[in-house]
């Protein structure tokens, strides 16, 4: 047959022949030939022995067509695509792999998947721009800063209603902790910054945004002015009193980590979730505390230096007169303040201008005066004096007399005008 005369070689096979011909032909050595192509002298003997019995075709790998030990079955192939379309159906090829493994007992690579998924039509290959950013090297302790954000997702795929998850990466070691609100607020805010410093301790700095939960937008005071500082948010002002570093970021990509993290779970977390039917707040955050601590294994770094600047919460620290929303009230005469479209009464004698009103994160409200907390009762109805009563019973209505000038037309009860009009209407 005409195909047999046709001898298939790759280029390396060609430069290697060029080179075993001149070794065989004596114009250049064996041990030139072995540097030249980069292999040992003792192969070099083998294939000038094999193309002087062989010819040309003896330069050919001897492996050349016959199929790999270790290839994978086409029906184990077929099996994982058939199951990525019944069940993983949408998760990208790395996220895909790793459940086949656990679940399935599919044992394949991520890159042998995503070949096979994109022979299949299931997967497309994704071309990502560049951007030029500049890199920011990782903090170099545990707790020096730690980014933290909200993440507005679909979480449940529309089994359930869109929430909102708080999200904390430490920035040396990767290590995440994660909450589900229902939105993102002041407390909500404060009570997922409550359980990480419980879990954690309290770190050095925090990276945010500016949302209006973290920056207050209000204009500086005078005394602010002169002493060259900036009004707070009710957080800033909470993480100011725990000693906390509070960084803003002027873009999204200045906190690139937690960023990418969101990224990545809404991903990730998200189809975890689908596969066993999570629909609400409550079930996604007792699934996090089994998820997380597997992510953070795969997932986190380990830090350049040893130390954890994490500080332990000190002795005596009432961290939910901390964390809460803080609002001053005039002290009445009465003893009384307003807020909120109600009046309480302070059943304490305090000598004070203004009190605190605190909203805690369980929802109770205190009312304080320097730290102490001051014993109130809202006031369902003002209350109203015995004298009050007693004036308004003796006030009697006095009714106009048929005769009095009320009753009277206007001429009549001012006759002085009657000349005025009558010299206005003479010709």
Not at 287 to 315: A, C, M, V, W
Not at 391 to 398: L, P
């Amino acid at each position: 047959m005409a195909g047999k005369d046709i001898l298939m070689m790759s280029r390396k096979e060609i430069r290697r022949l060029h080179v075993i011909k001149k070794v065989i032909e004596g114009g250049v050595k064996g041990k030139e030939a072995a540097e030249c192509l980069d292999i040992s002298d003792r192969q070099i003997r083998r294939i000038v022995n094999r193309v002087r019995e062989e010819g040309e075709e003896g330069i050919r790998h001897r492996l050349r067509g016959i199929e790999s030990k270790r290839k994978i079955s086409e029906e184990i192939k077929e099996k994982a695509v058939k199951v990525y379309r019944e069940k993983y159906d949408g998760f990208g090829p790395t996220l895909a792999c790793e459940k086949m493994n656990e679940d399935e007992g599919i044992e394949v690579s991520d890159e042998t998947l995503r070949k096979w998924l994109i022979e299949a039509g299931e997967w497309k290959r994704r071309s990502w721009g560049k951007k030029h950013r500049r890199w920011r090297e990782r903090k170099d302790y545990s707790g020096e800063m730690v980014q933290m954000d909200g993440s507005h997702h679909d979480w449940f795929e529309g089994r359930g209603e869109r929430c909102v998850l708080m999200g904390y990466i430490d920035d040396a070691t990767g290590r995440v902790f994660g909450r589900f609100y229902d939105y993102e607020g002041t407390i909500n805010a404060m009570e997922s910054f409550k359980r990480y410093i419980k879990k954690n301790g309290i770190p050095l700095s925090i990276y945010l945004d500016k949302h209006t939960t973290y920056k207050s937008t209000a204009k500086p005071t005078i005394g602010e002015e002169l002493s060259g500082s900036e009004p707070l948010s009710e957080f800033g002002r909470a993480l100011k009193d725990l000693g906390v570093k509070l960084i803003h970021a002027n873009s999204p990509q200045a906190k690139g980590r937690v960023e990418r993290l969101f990224r990545t779970l809404q991903d990730r977390l998200v189809k975890e979730m689908r596969l066993r039917g999570i629909k609400n707040t409550e079930e996604a955050n007792k699934f996090l505390d089994y998820y997380l601590p597997l992510y953070n294994k795969s997932f986190s770094h380990t830090p350049q230096g040893k130390e954890n600047l994490h500080r332990k919460i000190p002795q005596g620290t009432n961290l939910d007169s901390i964390l809460c929303i803080k609002n001053e009230r005039t002290l009445r005469n009465d003893f009384t303040i307003a807020y909120n479209n109600k009046l309480y009464q302070i059943e304490d004698n305090i000598r004070a201008e203004k009190v605190t009103v605190e909203e805690r994160i369980d929802g109770s409200m205190f009312i304080t005066y320097k730290g102490k907390r001051l014993k109130n009762k809202e006031i369902q109805k003002r209350p109203i004096s015995e004298k009050t009563v007693s004036e308004q019973k003796a006030r009697k209505v006095s009714i106009p007399s048929a005769d009095h000038p009320w009753r009277k037309p206007f001429l009549k009860r001012y006759p002085h005008n009657n000349q005025s009009v009558s010299m206005q209407l003479t010709p």
